[in-house]
Every structure is written in C-alpha cells, then in structure tokens.
C-alpha cells in the first residue's frame, strides 16, 4: 500500500504564500498521478493541482496563474506553492495518488490551510 503524508498548512493573511508538500512511501509504483484536492465546508471537493509522473500538469481553474505544482520522482515527492492567497482558498488540502489503470486512489490525511482578510 501508499502511504501520503502532508505538511506546509498553516494560516495566513490574504495575499500570502505557503507551500504545501506531500510524500508517498511504501508500495509506490512510477506511472502514476498525484495532486491536490481542497476540501470547505458546503462545498464540493474540488481539484486543485494535478501532475503525472511524466510532467504533465492540469489546475483547477480557481488557481490558475496563482498556484504551482511539481514533483520529484525519484523521492515520490509534490509540492504545491500557493501565492496571491484569497479568503476563498481557505480549506483543508488533501494530497492524493493514483497509479495509471488502476482506480484506486490514495489520500493523505489532510492539511488545513486557513487565509484570513
């Protein structure tokens, strides 16, 4: 199995940055896609940032523009950087991974990340 772990939430004032990061152990397998989802209260789960292992990168567009995500394969590794920080991006963000042909997915505990105005 994967395991995720999550770190980088915290709160900030609008207009801020953080940097959240997530790294995957155990039975991680190379072609794969991992990412973000954000989750607020009333409101649907929503896609933040995805990337593959191949470098193929897709954000949600409530981010595009303000956010970035990367990774390091060899260490199994995304970081996503959040900048221009809004109110509206307040949520707790979950990483995620999902190796390629498979339908399972796996998820990190979460990271709160609070923006205040």
């Known amino acids: 199995q994967v395991q995720l772990a999550e770190s980088g939430g915290g709160l900030v004032e609008t207009g801020g940055s953080l940097r959240l990061s997530c790294v995957a152990s155990g039975s991680v397998f190379t072609n794969n896609i991992m990412g973000w989802y954000r989750q607020t209260p009333g409101k649907q789960r929503e896609k933040v940032a995805t990337?593959?292992?191949?470098?193929?990168?897709d954000y949600g567009d409530s981010v595009e523009d303000r956010f970035t995500i990367s990774r390091n394969n060899p260490k199994n590794t995304i970081w996503l950087q959040m900048n221009s920080l809004k109110p509206e991006d307040t949520g707790v963000y979950y990483c995620?991974?999902?190796?390629?042909?498979?339908?399972?997915?796996?998820w990190g505990q979460g990271t709160e990340v609070t923006v205040s105005s």
């Open positions: 995620f991974s999902k190796v390629f042909g498979t339908a399972r997915y796996y």
């Open positions: 990337i593959t292992s191949g470098g193929t990168i």
